[in-house]
């Protein structure tokens, strides 16, 4: 039915997960699955591992392994969560090959994963339940040396190449931090316990994140033992995306009816508005790569009058923005999209009825002026 994008290397190859019809009837019947796809330029090639059913892909890195999640049950569909996989295993694949399998602990799935340059793992688990009881909260997992182990409760939200892991701890409402297997509690000076989004963790062991505190958006990065409290846009926080580890972040500053502003934040006094192409109003900022460029997106014609109701994709850095081209647009543009250190950008673009239907890369060329 439709396509996610996961992950792309420097190589330019791209993962893919292929989702099948949402109404799982052919799933349940293991006649359809979720199989992770690995697309170097020709045919994307499936990636199915022998003794399961299903194959969801995580991350590459430029070892040219590839982390996917796999079971072999058939999958279910849910009213209320659609379709859903118990993921019992993760599986490291290369060229072809498994090169590992980590089951779960016992009476856990895992919910997703992580791999480094290292070749090694962090991995989260979901609540444990019994009669629909949960009996234990998420966990996270390290794998290395060929040993899973158990770095206690939170979830997985980043993982660099030092091992140390950046999560969140669900039954605390807090985010947490993993150094040599010791876990540390990231003050925020917030009490909320609500609006956490995702947290971002660079090479340099420093992490970001931003929070709602009532109802203003606080962002913060943590960089060893300090704290620093992320300028604001007129008294609006920035929701961070991406960061980069020159410790550069880019986001949006939410207006909340009003327009979106697309921001970086370089680590002066002030967030930088980044200027739109064509003039837009309103608009995002999704990623950034280590030299600088970033990618986003700003919406069409909402109505549609002008057939460009979906939206447009740009690539800019410090010196200026300019618009991705696309052949059509599509009903619901989504910025869920990377770019590598050479420029080349991977986004999938959704369709009328939120579906991923194409996913499109773009490849930077010699320009004919600047």
Do not use: K
């Not at 399961?52 to 890195?61: D, H, I, K, P």
Request: negative net charge; proline residues 5%; contains cysteine.
């Amino acid at each position: 039915m439709s396509q996610s994008f996961i992950d792309l290397d420097e190589r330019g190859r791209v993962l893919l997960d292929a989702h099948p019809d949402d109404t799982g009837e052919a799933w349940a019947a293991g006649e359809s699955s979720i199989t992770a796809f690995l697309w170097s330029g020709g045919q994307p090639e499936a990636i199915v591992i022998d003794g399961f059913l299903q194959t969801s892909g995580q991350a590459l890195n430029e070892r040219g392994e590839v982390l996917l999640l796999a079971t072999n049950e058939p999958g279910r569909a849910d009213d209320d969560w659609g379709i859903s996989a118990d993921w019992t295993h993760a599986v490291l694949w290369q060229d072809g090959a498994v090169v590992a399998t980590i089951a779960a602990p016992d009476g856990r799935l895992f919910t997703h994963g992580q791999l480094n340059e290292l070749g090694h793992v962090a991995l989260s688990t979901d609540y444990a339940w019994n009669d629909d009881v949960a009996t234990a909260p998420p966990h996270t997992y390290l794998w290395r040396d060929g040993q899973l182990v158990d770095l206690g409760e939170g979830s997985l939200g980043d993982f660099n190449d030092r091992d140390e892991i950046a999560g969140y701890d669900d039954e605390l409402h807090e985010y947490v931090m993993w150094r040599q297997g010791e876990r540390h509690i990231l003050p925020r000076g917030c009490d909320a316990e609500w609006g956490m989004g995702a947290i971002h963790l660079d090479e340099h062991g420093r992490a970001a994140a931003s929070f709602n505190c009532g109802n203003p958006v606080f962002s913060l990065l943590w960089s060893g033992d300090e704290v620093i409290e992320l300028p604001t846009l007129a008294g609006r926080g920035m929701t961070i995306e991406a960061m980069n580890d020159r410790g550069e972040l880019v986001g949006v500053v939410r207006a909340f009816g009003e327009d979106d502003v697309p921001v970086r934040w370089d680590g002066g006094d002030e967030l930088v508005v980044v200027p739109l192409p064509s003039g837009a109003p309103s608009g995002e900022l999704g990623d950034i790569n280590e030299r600088g460029q970033f990618i986003g997106a700003y919406p069409g014609d909402p109505f549609g009058g002008d057939g460009t109701h979906g939206g447009f994709f740009f690539v800019g850095d410090e010196d200026g923005t300019h618009e991705l081209p696309l052949d059509e647009l599509w009903g619901s543009m989504m910025l869920v999209g990377e770019i590598n250190e050479s420029g080349v950008i991977v986004n999938s673009m959704a369709g009328d009825v939120g579906d991923h239907e194409h996913t499109i890369v773009w490849r930077p060329c010699e320009a004919d002026s600047p």
